[in-house]
C-alpha cells in the first residue's frame, strides 16, 4: 500500500536522508523536509537554512555529503564539503525537531557522518584500555557508556578511517542576537551589556550601524569585569551583540545579553 504524501519533491541529495522509526529528513532542492510519523511533510529549512546550504555546499560534490540522526537528543546532522575544501566534508548543520532550532558546526574534515552506537561494557581494570588516568575519561564513571547500553549517538569517520563520536572537548561558539534599536528614532550611546552566559571563557563584541542600509561595523572583543558587564563606548541607531565562547570549556547554555546600559545619543 502507497500513500502520496507530497507531489514533485524528494530527496535531491541521496546522502541526506536520516531517519529513525517513522520519522525522516531529507533535502530537496528547495530546502529541508520532515517526514512526520502522521504522514505530513513539513518544510524546516525555509528562511533559516535553505538558502545557506545551497549556497555554501559544493555542488560537484553532492555525493560525499551524509547525514544521520541523534534520536536521544532529537537531533537531525547532515555533514557536506562547502565550495572550498577540494570536495571533503568539513561543515555541519544541526537541526533540533524538538525546539526547531538549528546550528553550524565546523568540524575537522570527515568522511563520513553516521548514527552510531556502543555496546561494549567495562570494568575498573578494563578501563585502562581507554585511558589510564581516569580524570581523563571522555564520559563520567556513572555514564551508561561504560555499561554497554546501546545508545545511539553521531558518530563519524575521519579521513584516516577512524570512527568515534562527538564527545571530545567543546568547539569554539559564536552567537549573534537579533538586532534592535533601543531607542525610537534615535541613536543610542551604548556604554556596556551583560553577556549570559553559564559558563566558560566569554568574549562579546557589539555589532552596529547608522542606518539598514549600512553594513556592521563589529567592535573588539570584550572580556566581562569582575562585575559580568562587558563596557562598550559605541554611538548607533542599530546594534546586536556577538558572543564567542572559547573552545574547551565548560557550559551548557547561552541565552542572550541583558543589562544594556545606554542613553540616547544627542541630536546635533
Known amino acids: 500500500h502507497f500513500e502520496v504524501v507530497g507531489r514533485n519533491v524528494g530527496a535531491s541529495v541521496h546522502g541526506s536522508i536520516a531517519s529513525w522509526g517513522a520519522l525522516a529528513i531529507f533535502c530537496h532542492r528547495s530546502g529541508f523536509y520532515m517526514l512526520l510519523p ?13 538558502r545557506y546550504f545551497w549556497t555554501n555546499v559544493d555542488t560537484g560534490n553532492l555525493g560525499r555529503v551524509s547525514s544521520a540522526i541523534d534520536p536521544v537528543n532529537g537531533l537531525y546532522g547532515i555533514l557536506y564539503p562547502d565550495n572550498g575544501a577540494g570536495g571533503v566534508p568539513n561543515q555541519m548543520l544541526i537541526y533540533n525537531w524538538r525546539l526547531k532550532r538549528g546550528s553550524h558546526a565546523t568540524p575537522a574534515a570527515l568522511n563520513l557522518l553516521f548514527t552510531g552506537a556502543t555496546q561494549t561494557s567495562y570494568t575498573l581494570d578494563t578501563l585502562d584500555t581507554v585511558n589510564a588516568s581516569m580524570d581523563a575519561l571522555a564520559f563520567s564513571l556513572d555514564s551508561p557508556i561504560w555499561q554497554g547500553v546501546a545508545l545511539p549517538l553521531f558518530s563519524g569517520f575521519n579521513t ?14 559564536t552567537v549573534d542576537t537579533a538586532e534592535v534599536q533601543l531607542f525610537e528614532g534615535r541613536r543610542a550611546r551604548i556604554k556596556g551589556a551583560r553577556p549570559l552566559v553559564d559558563g566558560g571563557t566569554v568574549t562579546m563584541a557589539l555589532r552596529h550601524r547608522g542606518a539598514l542600509a549600512d553594513g556592521l561595523t563589529t567592535t573588539a572583543a570584550i572580556s566581562p569585569n569582575t562585575h559580568g558587564m562587558c563596557p562598550f563606548n559605541v554611538n548607533a541607531r542599530y546594534a546586536r551583540g556577538r558572543i564567542v565562547v572559547a573552545s574547551a570549556g565548560s557550559w551548557n547554555h547561552i541565552q542572550g545579553v541583558s543589562d544594556i546600559e545606554a542613553t540616547p545619543a544627542s541630536v546635533r
Do not use: C, L, R, W
Open 38 to 50: 502522521t504522514g505530513e511533510m513539513v518544510p524546516i529549512g525555509a528562511e533559516k537554512v535553505d
Open 160 to 173: 584516516s578511517h577512524q570512527s568515534g563520536f562527538f564527545n571530545g572537548d567543546a568547539m569554539a561558539a
